[in-house]
């Protein structure tokens, strides 16, 4: 019997990977690599040239047109991240290559991050740390500090995370508006607290933007001069998605003439280069940059492992992924016998320790598993 091969480039060793990835499929049907750091793109040709399942990760090379035609047997792309910018969408369109993320999978830890950053801004609690320690007493008066209660939050992209972030604002009695592509319904809306608004607006009218869109094209430098320039006057911009969806020059230009009262970054992996720049733009002003760490917890890693192990068996089994991306399906996909009840709750059981919601299992089974489930 022919083997199942996946590629994983997860920067993890095999070892440490075979106890999530077998958690729920059989060793013997699954040819597992993981693939080095810094291969080339030919070499990136020849290791998925015959493989059905690549897992890809927010560290990996670049997935184009001609790596994704080379994997002439690929049948999914499945991210272990909620990030996908690593794969040409486009391409894999084009060739019918289905690509899925983990959508939801961060969203509490995330949302908690923003949160951190929005209240320690608000009271510049990081920036009179650091002058008590250097014995300089900061001069502050009460007027130079905010409380959240009462304020302005806008959220630009309402997904998991987003929504999440709006849960636990309305906790502190803050006035939520948000913007994302497809608007939510009105009862939505009001189930969640939130009000709508065109971007241009949610620039005018926050107090505090939060941004959790992901990076392509269209969010790319999405916050830049000119879009700073039409927000508050002392507003905070926090950015816990990707580097490049603010240009970073525009926004501590706006903190040193005082157009910003507050940045929160969460960076990618931070190394030396990266540190003296990010000191070199933001170091002595109200803000907090952190290196990566907004989607780090104890809590998300036994949910990011059984997750995996999920997605993995559902493509082995030929079933759609549970959150694609893009617009190419599954074709041919292989059809099992009729699941048993039992069969069926032991599988909601498994998602529901996995992270997932009653409300996203319920839309998959109504759906018949065809379209895409929104966390």
Known sequence: MKKFKVVSFIPQPLEAQKPWLFKHVDTDSIDFSVAEQGLSEEQVCELVSDCNLIIASPVMPYLNHKILESAEKLERVQFASVGYDKVDI????????????????????????????????????????????????PDVTPGDMWEFRGRTLGILGLGAIGSELAKISRGFGARILYNKRNRLSMEEEKKLGVEY?????????????????????????????????????????????????????????????????????????????????????????????????????????????????????????????????????????????????????????????AGLDKDSISKFYKNDGRSRVRS
């Open 197 to 353: 608004r065109p971007f241009s607006n949610l620039l005018e009218e926050s107090d505090i933007l939060s941004l959790h869109v992901p990076l392509n094209e269209e969010t790319k430098h999405i916050i830049d001069y000119n879009e700073i320039a039409t927000m508050k006057d002392g507003a905070i911009l926090i950015n816990t998605a990707r580097k490049d969806v603010i240009n970073e020059e525009a926004a501590a230009q706006a903190l040193r003439k005082g157009k910003l009262y507050g940045v929160g970054i969460d960076v990618p992996k931070t190394s030396e280069d990266r540190s003296e720049e990010l000191k070199s733009l933001f170091e002595g002003y109200n803000t907090i940059i952190t290196s990566h760490t907004a989607s780090a917890s104890g809590q998300i890693m036994a949910r990011f492992t059984d997750r995996l192990s999920q997605f993995v068996l559902r493509s082995v089994n030929g079933e759609p992924p549970l959150y694609p991306v893009n617009k190419a399906r599954q074709s041919n996909p292989k059809v099992g016998p009729k699941k048993s009840l039992e069969e069926k709750r032991q599988i909601e059981k498994d998602l529901m320790n």
């Open 90 to 137: 486009a391409a894999a369109d084009n060739l019918g290559i289905p690509v899925a993320n983990n959508a939801g999978l961060n969203a509490v830890t995330v949302a908690e991050h923003a949160m951190m950053m929005i209240l320690v801004l608000q009271r510049k609690a990081v920036l009179m740390h650091n002058q008590v320690m250097q014995r300089i007493w």
